[in-house]
C-alpha cells in the first residue's frame, strides 16, 4: 500500500481552528471507518488522539475533532493552544490486518 | 491503563540481525493486538507487522515480508519483532503498541536501531 498524503505543514494562531487532511484511496481511506489521528511531540512516542474517524479517546480534548469524506480525512484543532504544536499522523486501516500511515504534518502554533 | 517497556538501543551493522522486545503490564496480555511502527529520522511513521490476541495471526506489511518475524511469549507478557538483512535504510526508532486491528492506544517508548558499517 501507498502511504496517504499529508500536507508536510500547517499553523495557526492561538485561538483559531486549523484543519489536516489525510488523503487516501478507495482501498483504504475511503473503505473503511477506520481512520485514526495521532500527536507526536519531539523525541516522544506517538499518543492516540482520534480514531474510528471520529471517536476521541478518554482524556483527548474535544477541540481535537475528526471527519471523513470520500477518500479523505480530516483532523480538525480547534482553540489552537501552544501545546499544540506538533507532528499529527493519520492511518487507516486498509483491510486484511494492514495499515498505512501518512507522512506526517508539522502543526506550527504562530 | 497499560506500559510497554522496550529493550535498549541497538547498533548493527549492513546485513546483520536485530531482535527487539517489548513487554506489557498492567493489562491483559491476550485481550489486545500489538503492532510494531518504526519511524527513520525526521520522516513519517511506517507500520510493519500486527499480531493478534490469540497469538495466532501475524500479518507483515508487504515492503518488509521475508525479513520480519514478529514473535511472542505469553508466559513473560513479552513481544519480540526481528529483523534481518540489515540495511543503512532500517535506520530508524522501532516503537510497540497496543491496541485493536485499526489503532493503538498505549505504545513504548521506542528503541533506537542504527545501521552502519
Known amino acids: 500500500q501507498s502511504a496517504l498524503t499529508q500536507p508536510p505543514s500547517a499553523s495557526g494562531s492561538p485561538g483559531q481552528s486549523v484543519t489536516i487532511s489525510c488523503t487516501g484511496t478507495s482501498s483504504d481511506v475511503g473503505g473503511y471507518e477506520y481512520v485514526s489521528w495521532y500527536q507526536q511531540h519531539p523525541g516522544k512516542a506517538p499518543k492516540l488522539m482520534i480514531y474510528?474517524?471520529?471517536k476521541r479517546p478518554s482524556g483527548v480534548p474535544d477541540r481535537f475533532s475528526g471527519s471523513k469524506s470520500g477518500n479523505t480525512a480530516s483532523l480538525t484543532v480547534s482553540g489552537l493552544q501552544a501545546e499544540d504544536e506538533a507532528d499529527y499522523h493519520c492511518s487507516s486501516y486498509a483491510g486484511i490486518n494492514n495499515l498505512v500511515f501518512g507522512g506526517g504534518t508539522t502543526l506550527t502554533v504562530l | 491503563q497499560g506500559q510497554l517497556v522496550q529493550s535498549g538501543t541497538e547498533v548493527k551493522r549492513p546485513g546483520a540481525s536485530v531482535k527487539v522486545s517489548c513487554k506489557a503490564s498492567?493489562?491483559?496480555?491476550?485481550?489486545?493486538?500489538t503492532h510494531w511502527v518504526r519511524q527513520a529520522p525526521g520522516q513519517g511513521l511506517d507500520w510493519m507487522a500486527i499480531i493478534d490476541p490469540n497469538g495466532a495471526g501475524i500479518t507483515y506489511a508487504q515492503t518488509l515480508q521475508g525479513r520480519v518475524t514478529m514473535t511472542r511469549d505469553t508466559s513473560t507478557s513479552t513481544v519480540y519483532m526481528e529483523l534481518s538483512s540489515l540495511r543503512s535504510e532500517d535506520t530508524a526508532v522501532y516503537y510497540c503498541?497496543?491496541?485493536?486491528?485499526?489503532?493503538?492506544?498505549?505504545w513504548g517508548k521506542g528503541t533506537t536501531v542504527t545501521v552502519s558499517s
Open positions: 474510528e474517524v471520529t
Open positions: 503498541a497496543r491496541g485493536t486491528w485499526d489503532h493503538m492506544d498505549v
Open positions: 498492567g493489562y491483559s496480555f491476550t485481550t489486545y493486538y
